[in-house]
């Protein structure tokens, strides 16, 4: 089969194109013939050697892909060759077949082309897990995304709105602020506005995803209202930072964060029955839709990873690895 892989640890250049062998899908596993595959950031600093592959996955870069599946495990009994389906994968994407637990795998919603659900696995797990069952965000709750244009930003300001919750998402640009305003969010231009003041202005945030860290640790606490929760999953600026603990204190804050790939299989499963469950329906009824930014061809890999590290994408940014039929 044809695949990217990552010659050496550095920039975009190192992805190189490459013949594997093609998988074969163990006990409890499918192989999926993937027509696309998503671009995330835990690729690119894979890519730059910072983000290992966890033990037994493959080495190639890709964490989501939607296609076919083309052979079953034994065990798996949900699955049989030719099912359309979406995955969330341990690695492995950037390939023309890639194997995954079956439980990883979800049916194609209704409505959607593989293009458009290609974009849905890494974002979906990630904010469902979250947002929802992590971060607990109720109806009417102040809910803040930062990072809002973003893959994972589109995808928590359509959920929370959703669920009910008030939205504020925080943008570079008003190119990107008026992306959050039109799924729903106020907006807030970082770079002209202070969300903290405004965020307190409104009562605080009861929720906060944060995938900025470095000083937007100690600033998210300033405006989070009495009882806030604060998710962190990743630190675009870095995991330190200087805070009063005084404050988780005094105001009851509670601070937590995860990371999905480093989680069980088990664990997998269990957000993936809860997304068939709760977030499907709202996706086949158009309430809540990926946002796609730009697609290119497998073996113009190194160019999807510099539109993402150009920071300049609004969505999901995907990769054509096979014709759709």
């Avoid at 499918?30 to 050697?49: E, F, K």
């Avoid at 804050?253 to 790939?261: A, E, I, P």
Wanted: glycine content about 12%.
């Amino acid at each position: 089969m044809q695949s990217i892989e990552i010659s050496a640890p550095g920039g975009a250049e190192v992805l190189k194109p490459a013949t594997r062998p093609v998988p074969v899908a163990g006990h409890g596993q499918i192989l999926i013939r993937v027509a696309w595959a998503g671009v995330n950031r835990p690729d690119v600093l894979q890519r730059a050697g910072s983000y290992a592959p966890p033990p037994g996955a493959s080495d190639l870069p890709g964490l989501e892909c939607a296609g076919e599946v083309a052979a079953v495990g034994q065990g798996v009994t949900r699955w049989k060759p030719g099912d359309r389906v979406c995955a969330l994968l341990p690695g492995g994407g950037y390939a023309e077949y890639a194997t995954c637990p079956a439980e990883h795998a979800l049916p194609i919603p209704s409505g959607l082309t593989l293009h458009e659900a290609a974009a849905l696995p890494e974002t979906a797990f990630t904010v469902w897990s979250n947002v929802v069952m992590r971060g607990g965000l109720q109806p009417g709750e102040r809910f803040l995304v930062h990072g809002g244009s973003s893959g994972i930003g589109t995808m928590a300001i359509q959920i929370a709105r959703a669920l009910g919750a008030r939205v504020w998402a925080t943008a570079g640009s008003a190119e990107k602020c008026a992306a959050c305003s039109r799924l729903g969010a106020t907006a807030i231009n970082y770079r002209e506005e202070d969300f903290v003041a405004l965020l307190r202005k409104a009562g605080g945030a009861d929720l906060i995803l944060d995938m900025v860290g470095g000083d937007y640790i100690a600033r998210n606490i300033k405006c989070m209202a009495d009882d806030g929760r604060m998710v962190m999953i990743a630190f675009l600026a870095g995991p330190k930072a200087e805070i009063n603990f005084a404050q988780i204190m005094t105001r009851r804050l509670t601070v937590t964060g995860s990371t999905l790939r480093p989680q069980s299989d088990r664990a997998k499963a269990v957000i993936a029955s809860e997304l068939q469950e709760k977030l499907w329906p709202l996706i086949e009824a158009g309430v809540v839709r990926p946002q796609i930014d730009s697609s290119f061809p497998l073996r113009e890999a190194v160019e999807a990873h510099r539109r993402m590290e150009s920071s300049g994408h609004i969505g999901k940014i995907l990769l054509q690895v096979l014709a759709e039929d």
